[in-house]
Structure formats: C-alpha cells, structure tokens
C-alpha cells in the first residue's frame, strides 16, 4: 500500500524557517516524481514544487522561488521541502504527493495526510 | 500561466442527481487535464486523469470529457458519498495549476 506521511508542521514566526519531511513507503520511491502543494484555510489547491526522481531538477512556483527548496533522500525514501523568509500568507497544509509514472504528464495519484504550517507572531 | 476557471464554485444536488462541473483552461491543454475529489479534512483524491482515463476504482459514475480548453466532469448519479469538493488541474505545463474548485452539497 503506497503511504506518504509529512511530518515538520509547526507554528512559526515571519521570517522563520521550517523544514517539512514526507517519508514514503508501499512503492520504489526513486521512480517517481514527487510534488509539494499547499492549501490556504479555506481555500483551494496550489502547487509548489516538484523533484525529478534522482533530484536533479526541480521546479518551483514563483511565490516560493528563492524561499523554498524541494529536495529527497532516495536512500531514506523521503522527501523535504526547506522553507525560508516565511510570511503570513505561507500558512496552509502543505501535502506530499506522488506523482504517477502513467500518464506521462504531471498527475498527482497518492497524496499524504497533510502538515499544517501556521505563520504568525 | 495557465488558468484554469471552474464554475460553478458550487452546487446543490440531490440523491440520484445528474451534476455536471466544468473546466475552462486560458489556452489550449491538449487533454492534460486531471480532476480530483476532497472531503472534508482529507487529502484529495484522483479520479480522472488524461480528461477521461478513470483511475482504477473510481465508481463508472464519474466520468470526463473534453480537450482543447474546455472540460466537464460528470456524476450521472449523485450519492451521498459524493458530497465533496472537486478540483481541476491542468498537468500541460509548469506552474501547474488548479481550478478554484466546485462544493458539491446536499440540497
């Protein structure tokens, strides 16, 4: 059963930082593109960033660029996303989520169970 | 960017309801158009991928269409299990991008 669970959600100051970890299982975690998306309070869902396979690229949304950095441990079956400058409007769940191999388009097929970020004073 | 405009934002339906969702995109995405469903306090889950490729255990209520710029999701008949939000997401180019979402309710 593929399982993805984020961990590192945290309440933090403006200008903090924080770094979220997604451990997955059930699956070859190195065949698989990963993703990171968020969601606001109430809100929809936007994506953030996502990680080739063996990590070398990577690609991001230009509200995070400069701020966040996606990375992975393929040998430790994880995922991270390093987040910086933290602002306010950073707050939301933030979800791993796997990207499938078919169709060969960005297709998020598992998603993790969500970590909260709450940035406030 | 691609944006992607969902209408309506919500809905009211009752059991046995044929609902349709639509999924306008701000240029042409092939077919590269993907449609998940959340709960309340879940993640979201992937239904439809491809505009039409129904993923594997996903009830053959549900069904999409589309290419080009313009898509629909269809239940043919609404369950209780079907109150959700639903959202679509263009898989065509990055940033990749989603609608605002459409709240399916219970009228």
């Known amino acids: 059963e593929v399982q993805l669970v984020e961990s590192g959600g945290a309440l933090v100051q403006p200008g903090g930082s924080l770094r979220l970890s997604c451990a997955a299982s059930g699956f070859t ?12 309070p109430g809100k929809g869902l936007v994506w953030v960033s996502r990680i080739k396979t063996d ?11 400069g701020r966040f950095t996606i990375s992975r441990d393929n040998a430790k079956n994880t995922l991270y996303l390093h987040m910086s400058s933290l602002r306010a409007e950073d707050t939301a769940i933030y979800y791993c989520a796997r990207d499938a191999i078919s169709p060969a388009r960005p297709t998020f097929d598992h998603w993790g169970q ?8 | 960017d691609i944006q992607m405009t969902q209408s309506p934002s919500s809905l009211s ?14 240029q042409t995405i092939d077919i590269y158009l993907n449609w ?20 594997s255990g996903v009830p053959s209520r549900f069904s999409g269409s589309g ?5 629909t999701l269809t239940i043919s008949s609404l369950q209780p299990e079907d109150f959700a939000s639903y959202y679509c997401q ?18």
Do not use: N
């Not at chain 1, 975690?29 to 606001?40: E, K, L, N, P, T």
């Not at chain 1, 969500?114 to 004073?121: E, H, P, Y």
């Not at chain 2, 998940?36 to 993923?55: D, V």
């Open chain 2, 13 to 26: 339906g009752s059991i046995g309801d044929r609902v349709t969702i639509t999924c306008r995109a701000s």
């Open chain 1, 55 to 65: 990590g070398s690229r990577t690609h991001y949304a230009d509200f995070v660029k």
């Open chain 2, 36 to 55: 998940y469903q959340q709960k309340i306090g879940k993640a979201p889950k992937l239904l439809i991928s491809a505009a039409s490729s129904l993923q």
């Open chain 2, 67 to 71: 290419s080009g710029t313009d898509f």
């Open chain 1, 29 to 40: 975690f190195s065949d698989h593109w990963m993703h990171w998306v968020r969601q606001a």
């Open chain 2, 90 to 107: 263009q898989s065509y180019s990055t940033p990749l991008t989603f609608g605002g979402g459409t709240k399916v309710e219970i009228k």
């Open chain 1, 114 to 121: 969500g970590a909260l970020v709450t940035v406030s004073s």
